[in-house]
């Protein structure tokens, strides 16, 4: 073992380490982006109060939740699932990501029954998918969030039957909405509609 090996900080770092303001504006603007989470939540939980049925009871059975980290692909997240389902073989969730350094994303997630189910009525929907900007996961991985091209694709990159197909091939489906920082204002009104739409296509 080297004992006389130097751990060196740059410039840079060496003047964050001096400076605990960034750490604790960080972590304000994590608190805020908790808020702005809970605010989506209860919007979510009005909506389909007033919507009985809407989705599987079972689905709605379990309470919200809102998860955090440090450390997805290096960088701080929350999210909320809501509603949030997951069974081994059948999954049945919304969820809304914050990313810090990169945007919100609001995400249906289903696989098993709960694809078979609704493959369909997501597939009828095409053109106002490609007008609403949404993504479609074309990994063979269900957990990954980035929207890299090697994860996503926007859904107007397919044609109608090619979705259709791609859907009823896939062992999940995945459809995600982002949302950039620079809307954070209108973040809380825009990520509930986006729950909104997503619960009217599964009609």
């Not at 269900?142 to 694709?153: G, I």
């Not at 973040?187 to 909104?196: I, K, P, T």
Request: contains cysteine; charged residues 20%; glycine residues 2%.
């Amino acid at each position: 073992m080297d004992i006389h090996s130097k751990i060196q900080l740059s410039n840079f770092e060496a003047e964050l380490l001096n400076n605990s303001e960034w750490i604790l504006t960080k972590n304000g603007v994590m608190k805020k982006a908790q808020r702005l989470l809970e605010q989506v939540q209860q919007n979510a939980c009005d909506y389909t109060t007033v919507n009985p049925g809407i989705l599987p009871a079972e689905v709605m059975a379990i309470s919200p939740k809102i998860s955090k980290g440090e450390n997805y692909l290096g960088l701080p997240w929350l999210i909320l699932d809501y509603p949030r389902y997951f069974e081994k073989e059948n999954i049945f969730a919304i969820r809304t990501m914050f990313w810090w350094g990169h945007f919100f994303t609001t995400t249906l997630h289903v696989t098993g029954e709960y694809k078979e189910q609704y493959r369909k009525s997501i597939a009828r929907h095409y053109a106002a998918l490609c007008a609403s900007d949404f993504y479609i996961s074309v990994h063979d991985e269900q957990w990954h969030h980035h929207l890299e091209p090697e994860n996503y694709l926007p859904v107007q990159n397919f044609s109608e039957d090619d979705l259709a197909d791609h859907i009823s091939k896939s062992t999940f489906l995945k459809l995600a909405k982002k949302l950039s920082f620079s809307e954070w204002n209108n973040a809380v009104e825009r990520l509930s509609q986006n729950f909104v739409m997503i619960t009217d296509w599964l009609l």
